[in-house]
């Protein structure tokens, strides 16, 4: 099975456009408060050209039901990533795909699905250590976040031996500000980096 790569944080089409283009396999809008932060209705409309291929994935963390109400009704997304512990409460339908959240330092997985495990705080750039989350990837699918970058995600790949990749700040120029080269070249060498495991 190939890597799948996320690229997060996306409020622009044509950024939308450059992840598809280049391999991504999943496109991350974010709806809790952050510099990334987008609305409901924008996400749809900046996403619509997405095909059903590659999965549209609803970023929240701790959203009330309200919230997480609106953005199923508003956005319609595939996938909704949050905090483990947030599904204890949310009604998720069975036509979208959960990915909980697990974070460094914190709980870790005990299923056989697909998981994001990252640092304690989402889009800072904070790389959690990999040999742990190696032992970790183990179990279900790990998508690994924090603090990956063009750079540094081939050897991530390489040591951890994740389900996934995600990344949003190491792909932008300034905060919230995706920067299209940058998305290109963290796709090239997260899938390069897979294909010599």
């Not at 997060?8 to 992840?19: F, M, P, S, T, Y």
């Not at 974010?30 to 924008?42: H, M, W």
């Not at 304690?120 to 970058?149: D, F, K, R």
Request: aromatic residues 6%; proline residues 6%; negative net charge.
């Amino acid at each position: 099975m190939s890597l799948l790569v996320k690229i997060c944080g996306l409020r622009d089409k044509r950024h939308v456009a450059v992840a598809m283009d280049a391999g991504a396999g999943a496109l991350g809008f974010v709806f809790a408060e952050s510099s990334r932060q987008i609305a409901p209705r924008t996400a749809r409309t900046v996403s619509d050209i997405v095909p059903r291929s590659v999965k549209r994935v609803a970023v929240m963390r701790h959203p009330s039901s309200d919230e997480w109400r609106a953005v199923l009704e508003q956005f319609e997304p595939d996938v909704l990533q949050t905090d483990a512990e947030d599904f204890d409460y949310l009604e998720v339908p069975d036509s979208v795909a959960c990915w909980p959240v697990y974070r460094e330092g914190g709980a870790h997985p005990n299923g056989t699905g697909t998981y994001l495990y990252e640092g304690p705080n989402s889009g800072q750039g904070e790389t959690v250590n990999w040999s742990t989350a190696a032992e970790i990837a183990q179990h279900g699918q790990m998508i690994l976040a924090g603090g990956l970058c063009p750079k540094n995600v081939a050897g991530a790949v390489q040591a951890v031996r994740p389900f996934g990749v995600d990344v949003s700040s190491g792909v932008e120029s300034t905060p919230g500000e995706k920067d299209p080269e940058l998305i290109r070249e963290f796709i090239a060498a997260a899938l390069a980096a897979e294909k010599v495991l």
